[in-house]
């Protein structure tokens, strides 16, 4: 999973165009139950199930598709 499609997961669940790659979800207005889209989002695209400690430890979109990436 790359950068633009964590970010337009990102901006689905946010409601948000505005999002970039470096844009914290949380700053954004995400909270733990959208987190959780987005986590189910990763997952039925990438495979990859992430936990919501690994979104708390990086929650941009660059920093989440590194994260996927190392447990791919």
Do not use: C, H, Y
């Not at 997961?9 to 165009?17: C, G, K």
């Not at 505005?18 to 889209?37: K, P």
């Not at 990086?58 to 989440?64: E, G, I, K, R, V």
């Amino acid at each position: 999973m790359n950068v633009n499609a964590v970010s337009d997961v990102f901006r689905r669940v946010l409601e948000n165009p505005e999002v970039s790659a470096d844009s914290d979800f949380f700053v954004m207005g995400g909270d733990s139950l959208l987190a959780t889209r987005v986590l189910s989002a990763i997952a039925r695209t990438s495979g990859v199930e992430l936990d919501f400690d690994d979104f708390l430890d990086a929650p941009t979109p660059s920093a989440l598709v590194k994260k996927i990436a190392s447990q791919a």
